[in-house]
């Protein structure tokens, strides 16, 4: 543990950035093929069934929304908790996951059992995609204690150094989602719900697998029933933190229904259209993200150590690779939305003909997205979460929505540009808020 946790406050920082954020980008690139994959299969089956996982996304997005930002609380304090050698809290806050994750789970569950129906016939009159969007729902959202477990062990091992085993925990999970999603789809003939066991099944295995790594290292992080005392102030301050991140990344799934909404004030083919974007999208957005979450325990690990050189560094290292990114993801959907539409998504001929240039329109946004995405990875671990949180509002609710109803009324062929516009407005404005919030707070550590 010891070892591992050197590597925070002693490795290089372009060598531990890319230590820390390259086996997520990849394990989070391996979530988002196989949620990729679950989609083009599904497409093969049906449009209508491709139709109904558009509608479901948002509810997916938001049980993610709370697992992930409750892992940018675990993060946080178990980093900063091992920063300062407190190894027992750590232990201490990693055992009030399980608590923790276990009640996202009860909240799916309960939305499994009793708000699947009625979500979906406010989405759709289509009786083929009620019927597809309820079966897959229920399943996704009532078994998704695996999702929780899964993300709860990635954490835990992420902020304890263990950065490849974060990769190893959420990669084997999408790899033998990938495996099973054409067997049970098309072997078995399960259609719609086949794609949603598949999801299931390899939450589940993922997190079996993340338990067993985390039993490996009992000896230097010894995570046990019999380490836990309930801490309503250490719940309190995990949730402190959690709790903006949670909003923050539910915004993904309000945006996404607004702009459901909006679209079908245009044509249901838009719909179609922007649920495929939010499915390639992720290619773009996941190793970003990645870097996101492999800056906060090296960010917070240093804050603890007081050391700001690092954190200064780490963090604009960390721009460097979303930019990068970001600029990568564009000149790849830019060239290839016309195969991905035609081929992978069995899109019809009225969908190509607005997607190719809506596609392309939308990727313009990756690399001014990523700025903001990077920047909030220093708002959350230097105690500024209210600030990641108003980026976040302003690019995906503040800005977006109003911007994209204004040209959907004005000139709806150009409503795709409203990611490109609302990312720039954000921008204008994150990076003053950083200068004013966060700059300050690592200069006060020279002293």
Known sequence: MEQHNNILGTMPVRKLVLTMSSPIML???????????????????????FLALSYAYPV???????????GVGFNAILAKRLGEGRLEDAVNAACHGFLLYGAVWLLALIFALVGCTPFFQSCSDNPVVVQSGIAYLTICCGLSIGLCMQFLCERIL????HPAGFMIVQGSGALLNIVLDPIFIFI???????????????????????FFLLWRLRRSFPISPRRFHFSPPLTGEILRIAAPAIVMQSLSSFMTLGLNQIMNLWSETGVFVLGVY??????????????????????SYNYGAKDAPRISQSIRFGLQL????????????????????RWCFQAPEEAVQMGVPALRMTALAFAV???????????????RSS????????????????????????KPELVWLCFLLAELLTVAIAIPLYRRTVVPRIRALEW
């Open 27 to 49: 394990s989070m690139l391996m979530g988002a093929i196989y949620n990729l994959v679950d989609s083009i299969y599904v497409a093969q089956v049906s449009d209508l069934d």
């Open 60 to 70: 997916q997005l938001m049980i993610v929304a709370f697992c992930a930002g409750l």
């Open 158 to 161: 992420q902020s304890t150094g």
């Open 188 to 210: 078995f003939d399960m259609g719609v719900v086949g794609a949603a066991v598949a999801t299931v099944i390899g939450q589940i295995s993922g997190a079996c697998i993340g």
């Open 278 to 299: 939010f499915k390639i999208q992720s290619f773009v957005f996941m190793p970003i993200f990645g870097v996101n979450s492999g800056l906060i325990p090296i960010i």
């Open 322 to 341: 979303g930019v990068c990114t970001g600029l990568a993801g564009t000149a790849i959907l830019s060239l290839a939305a016309s195969p991905l539409l």
């Open 369 to 383: 997205a990523s700025v903001s995405i990077v920047l909030s990875a220093a708002f959350q671990s230097l105690d």
């Open 387 to 410: 600030c990641s949180l108003l980026v976040s509002l302003l690019r995906q609710i503040i800005f977006l929505l109003p911007i994209a109803l204004l040209l959907i009324r004005v």
